[in-house]
């Protein structure tokens, strides 16, 4: 059976994450209907990261395995013709043959995170499912400052949902920035081998109680050390939220 590797762009406002579940739009759901309707025959589709209801994907990548073999060309523009004609707010933006051995989740070495924050007094109109709106001045470069308390190989249970089915919480973060681009937009970038579930999004949280003014760089390290979920900032909205990058 030919495996093909796909880049994946979504908007995940209508959907409920990537993972198809039952009585509920996924990513994962769409785009194996999808191929199912050209290739008539059933698919899965396996993707390196399981997105959350709202999250948002520039460069999701999946494998999936095909009954024989089409042209990459074919392929890329029967999916993308499908998922037009179906309204979905997804497209194919890469797709090419792989190896056997390869598997989108199991064989990624390193993911990257991105996090938008919008912050100014006017509330959001055209990116309202695009980016969090934090209406009072943030202070980026303490964010950042006390982001460097999260980097390394820690127990991050503090930022752990207590739905994570990880079986452990130790990860390690290799990058955490935050910075303020041109204008009201701050970002945080977070890149890792693999995350556990709302990890990225309870970081951000916590990291704006910084910006705030409330906590400072070592009450992050000790919300870190607390080990207790009750110990983390809220939850950061899961629209902000991007999936950006898959190495391999």
């Not at 392929?75 to 998922?83: T, V």
Request: overall charge neutral; aromatic content about 10%.
């Amino acid at each position: 059976m030919p495996r093909y590797r796909l880049e994946i762009e979504f908007d995940g406002t209508p959907y409920r994450g990537w993972q198809r579940q039952a009585g509920a739009p996924s990513v994962q759901q769409a785009i194996e209907e999808t191929i199912e309707q050209f290739c008539q025959h059933k698919v899965t589709v396996f993707g390196a990261g399981r997105t959350d209801t709202g999250v948002h994907a520039t460069a999701q990548v999946a494998h999936v395995d095909l009954d024989k073999e089409w042209t990459t060309d074919k392929f890329f523009e029967a999916a993308n013709g499908i998922l037009r004609q179906r309204g979905d707010a997804i497209a194919i933006t890469g797709c090419e043959k792989a190896a056997d051995e390869f598997d989108a989740r199991f064989s990624a070495v390193r993911r990257h995170y991105r996090y938008r924050i919008i912050n100014r007094l006017a509330p959001l109109a055209l990116e309202a499912t695009r980016a969090w709106w934090v209406r009072f001045p943030l202070d980026a470069a303490a964010m950042h400052e006390a982001a460097q308390k999260l980097v390394g190989h820690h127990d991050f249970t503090t930022f752990r949902s207590v739905n994570c089915q990880a079986k452990s919480p130790m990860k390690t973060l290799e990058r955490l920035d935050v910075f303020r681009t041109e204008g009201d937009e701050i970002e945080v970038t977070a890149v890792s081998r693999s995350f556990l579930h709302n990890q990225v999004r309870s970081m951000v949280g916590t990291l704006k109680m910084v910006g705030d003014g409330k906590w400072t760089a070592a009450d992050v390290r000790q919300v870190l050390e607390a080990k207790d979920r009750a110990s983390c900032g809220p939850v950061a909205p899961a629209h902000g939220l991007y999936l950006t990058k898959v190495e391999y």
